[in-house]
């Protein structure tokens, strides 16, 4: 497997090992707390490795990053998870791969091949048999609903903008690139905090586990993940990293039941399948090119 599609699957599994961290959080904290102690962990994570450099960091692309991804993006699924259920917020959210194959194709213009296509729609329909369960019979509100459309708009934004900046400098550098992104999506945590405290509804015991899970979804969704898929933009086409972004479900099920969060069932398990059976057809396409 070449290196960038390793990158990317890397990331994947960052991104799925971050989701049963972040439903645990959710369980202790408002939304709003651990929405600023995600992006502060991840942000002081990589602040460890600062260089000067990153002072010099082209920022008006780092801040329109770090405002799509995992800013808006995290800003807008939360909010949907406020109101609305996980398996519905999964479902939504993947129409993120067809939105970053169409962003791709219409400014980048990168194209997909009629099998490449069939991989995304079979993956596509896996993740979706994955994120489904007996929650997801209930389409949850309208406005939960519209806040998981505008993070998978954000989020497929950010994979082309990702990309882009690539593909200019096949040398960026990914670590001062994410941590720029985390700096910005802290800052606008920081400012949204009042409205994220303001929708939340429940009562929360802000335990110890709450922070260390919302810590734990820090590092694993925030701090690894965006080094590696900047990694893997330098090589990957948007319409393989939609591909490989099915994968984010498959991952965080699987771990959920590790970690005793619940096992998958049946259909999800079927689902899995498909995510990984697109993704293998795509790398072996890919290496066959290369």
């Known amino acids: 497997m070449t290196k960038p599609y390793v990158y990317l699957i890397l990331a994947m599994l960052a991104w799925g090992f971050s989701n049963p961290f972040s439903d645990l959080a959710l369980e202790h904290l408002p939304i709003g707390w651990m929405f600023l102690v995600e992006l502060g962990t991840g942000f002081i994570v990589l602040s460890f490795f600062f260089r000067r450099t990153w002072l010099q960091l082209p920022w008006k692309a780092v801040a329109a990053l770090g405002l799509l991804q995992p800013g808006l993006t995290y800003f807008f699924g939360n909010l949907g998870y406020a109101s609305g259920t996980v398996a519905t917020g999964l479902i939504i959210m993947s129409s993120e791969v067809l939105l970053l194959a169409i962003f791709g194709w219409w ?81 606008f945590a920081a400012l949204t905090f009042p409205v ?40 990957v086409s948007t319409g393989h990293a939609a591909i490989g972004l099915n994968l984010i479900a498959v991952f965080g099920i699987l771990i959920g039941a590790l970690i005793g969060r619940g096992l998958p069932t049946p259909l999800q398990v079927v689902g899995g399948a498909l995510v990984l059976l697109s993704v293998f057809a795509t790398e072996q396409r890919q290496q066959q090119a290369d």
């Open 196 to 235: 994220t405290t303001t929708l939340t509804s429940g009562e929360f015991d802000f335990a110890l586990v709450g922070y260390l899970a919302a810590a734990g979804s820090g590092v694993f969704g925030v701090a690894l993940p965006f080094v590696w898929y900047a990694k893997a933009a330098v090589s």
């Open 107 to 187: 400014f980048l213009r990168e194209s997909l091949r009629p099998k490449e296509l069939f991989a995304l729609l079979v993956g596509f329909g896996g993740a979706v048999i994955a994120g489904y369960s007996a929650q997801a019979n209930s389409i949850g509100s309208l406005w939960s609903n519209l806040f998981f459309a505008f993070a998978a708009i954000a989020a497929a934004g950010y994979s082309v903008l990702i990309r882009k900046l690539a593909l200019e400098d096949q040398n960026l550098d990914a670590v001062g690139l994410a941590w720029g992104q985390a700096f910005v999506a802290f800052l």
